[in-house]
């Protein structure tokens, strides 16, 4: 099976775009909380080449040519990530010749710099696109929107014109068949977590990383499992899932920053036990342990994240794998993952914002 015919199996995830007036500093976010069958994933920069622009992305270890990025930024401040839709198509293109959203993204990522110019790529794509998902996209201009893309048409969702200034995305197309995709529980959790940071205009990419994707609530149940009263729960509709393999937001700078502010941030691998890290292009923008410098293309960091992930799913008989143990990651003596790490991350990231802060007073002298 060829790497575009393979890499939307057990394709989903859980995505956001925030406009500036509701995060703390004002800067937008491009979130996502990436699902795949693909659990050895990398962050990995592109150096830029033959006019086109240096981007990071977010890749498989398998892919060792780096066709398909499958979240980014560039140089100029802009961001992609996709969510796969399963209600858009309703044609007869060949599987053959699906499956290419992590090429197109590659394909952005060198050339676009604004919104408006991702809209003109998809413009001029050939026919069919080979493509179902919904695109998320920001700018250093400051505008973002989602594109829900098909084969041979997208319909554009301009954050611009939403008046919560907040627009989410998972596993289906609004522009859809109605009721069909998926994603429709993990949507509705998100956005109930999501409500109070709103109301206060707080958000942070703390807020996605160390709590929404740390977070078992389910919106079905009415009920959050992060309390440590329940050890073992149904893996199913919660925003983090077993096949979860990152958190990550990029937050775009304010109109008239440099863009080489645009940051990413991180939590690679199983985001319940992941740790976050900064990521920023240019020279040594990328930490190592992020990178395939491991066994087989792998991420160090990755495969650290991957053994604590195999503590919380540690049920091998039966339909074991479908029960997470939520005492690994919360419990009343304060010792799971996610007690533990979430402290050290909110350390990293008050570290990377005065790095940030010292790195935009140098641009401003400049």
């Known amino acids: ?13 859980t995505s956001a775009i925030v406009s500036g007036s509701l995060t703390a500093n004002g800067r937008p976010l491009l979130w996502k909380n990436r699902d795949t069958n693909d659990q050895n994933n990398r962050v990995e920069r592109i150096k830029a080449h033959d006019g086109l622009y240096e981007f990071v992305g977010l890749f498989d270890a398998r892919d060792l040519r780096d066709t398909a990025a499958w979240m980014g930024f560039n140089e100029k401040g802009f961001a992609i990530m996709n969510t796969a839709s399963y209600n858009l198509n309703n044609d007869n293109v060949p599987e053959k010749d699906m499956d290419k959203e992590g090429v197109v993204m590659r394909m952005a990522l060198e050339r676009c710099v604004t919104v408006d110019d991702f809209e003109k790529l998809l413009n001029d794509l050939p026919k069919p696109m080979g493509v179902e998902a919904n695109f998320g996209v920001i700018d250093a201009q400051g505008n973002g929107a989602y594109f829900e893309t098909g084969n041979y048409k997208y319909v554009k969702y301009d954050l611009k014109d939403e008046p ?13 068949v109605k009721d069909k995709g998926y994603g429709y529980v993990r949507e509705k ?6 409500k109070k940071h709103i109301a206060a205009k707080d958000i942070t990419p703390s807020v996605f990383t160390e709590e929404i994707s740390r977070t078992f609530y389910h919106s079905v149940l009415g009920k959050n499992y992060n309390n440590g009263s329940q050890r073992y729960v ?13 958190s990550t937001v990029i937050e775009g700078v304010l109109p ?5 502010l645009t940051t990413m941030w991180i939590a690679l691998g199983y985001p ?12 040594g923008g990328v930490p190592a342990e992020l990178s395939g410098t491991g066994q087989d293309n ?11 992930k195999s503590e919380v799913f540690s049920l091998k008989r039966d339909n074991g794998k479908q029960y997470v143990d939520l005492s690994k990651l919360y419990n009343k003596k304060g010792t799971g993952y ?15 914002y005065k790095m940030l802060e010292e790195k935009r007073k140098k641009l401003q002298q400049k």
């Open 272 to 283: 319940p036990c992941a740790d976050i890290h900064m990521v920023n292009t240019g020279e």
């Open 164 to 176: 919560s200034g907040i627009i989410t995305r998972t596993n289906y197309s609004y522009s859809g």
């Open 338 to 352: 996610c007690q533990t790490l979430v402290k050290e991350n909110m350390r990293k990231y008050a570290e990377g």
């Open 189 to 194: 959790n998100e956005q109930y977590l999501l």
């Open 1 to 13: 099976m060829s790497l575009l015919c393979s890499v939307m199996l057990g394709e989903a995830c």
């Open 234 to 246: 149904v893996d199913q509709d919660f925003i983090p899932r077993r096949i979860s393999t990152a």
């Open 256 to 260: 008239g920053e440099d863009a080489s």
């Open 298 to 308: 792998h991420s160090p960091q990755c495969d650290k994240v991957q053994k604590r």
